[in-house]
């Protein structure tokens, strides 16, 4: 059926119209678009536009890095370490598995050590102290070994205290006398600490760095 040329003409003059409003939007939107891309750029310029991470470890890729945690941790349980917390740490988590209180009254003579070398396989860190034996195996994503909890259990005197420190507060895979205990927790009593010690020194600035870590990787 053909249109009638009165009817042709008229759509055609709207068809026109159509063209030139959204010719004329579409040159808005790319004028606009150019003004964005400059705002962009002057904010890259000044350093308001940023990416990626914020925290040390994970600037260089280490966030996920086993042994590197357990320096960390292990720092950060030395009553002496320069993050300027003291004990408070160390007595944070010892509240939270429920040490007696003969454990967690010479905390200020602590010693830690990591990767303390037994016959097969090492300890991840050791607290040491009058009436105290901490013992940390900490896994961030590898899994714990065939009969590893138990192993060390077998070679460590009754009285130590056991952790298996891991992402979700996993098991042990076999009996042990290892306690479960999740990085959110740890990042917990960090962040209390952090609140009880005010002063704004350098090593209590990395301790606060890490604590953001903890948050961004282990929630």
């Given amino acids: 059926m053909e249109l009638p040329e009165a009817t042709f003409r008229s759509m055609l003059t709207e068809w026109s119209n159509v063209r030139h409003r959204v010719h004329a939007n579409v040159s808005r939107w790319e004028a606009r678009l150019g003004e964005i891309a400059g705002d962009e750029a002057r904010l890259r310029d000044a350093g308001r536009w940023t990416s990626g991470r914020s925290d ?9 890095d086993e042994l ?7 720092w950060l349980l030395n009553p002496a370490g320069r993050h300027g917390l003291g004990s408070r740490v160390l007595l944070g988590l010892l509240d939270k598995l429920e040490a007696s209180p003969e454990a967690t ?4 003579h602590a010693r830690v050590r990591c990767e303390v070398v037994l016959d097969q396989g090492r300890l991840d860190i050791v607290v040491n102290a009058p009436q105290l034996t901490l013992v940390i195996e900490n896994k961030v994503d590898a ?7 138990p192993y ?7 009285s130590t205290i056991c ?5 979700t507060g996993r098991e042990s895979r076999n009996p042990s006398s290892f306690q479960p205990f999740r990085y959110a927790a740890f990042a917990e009593i960090l962040r209390e ?6 002063a704004d020194t350098p090593g209590r600035r990395i301790a606060a760095d890490y604590l953001h870590t903890l948050e961004l990787e282990f929630r």
């Avoid at 040390?56 to 996920?64: M, Y």
């Fill in 105 to 108: 009254s010479h905390l200020a």
């Fill in 193 to 198: 600490a952090l609140q009880q010690a005010s």
């Fill in 143 to 149: 899994e714990e070994g065939d009969q590893q909890c």
């Fill in 152 to 158: 060390y259990s077998e070679r460590l005197p009754s």
């Fill in 68 to 74: 590197v945690h357990s320096r960390m941790i292990g």
């Fill in 163 to 167: 952790v298996l420190l891991s992402p």
């Fill in 56 to 64: 040390f470890l994970g600037v260089i890729g280490k966030h996920r």
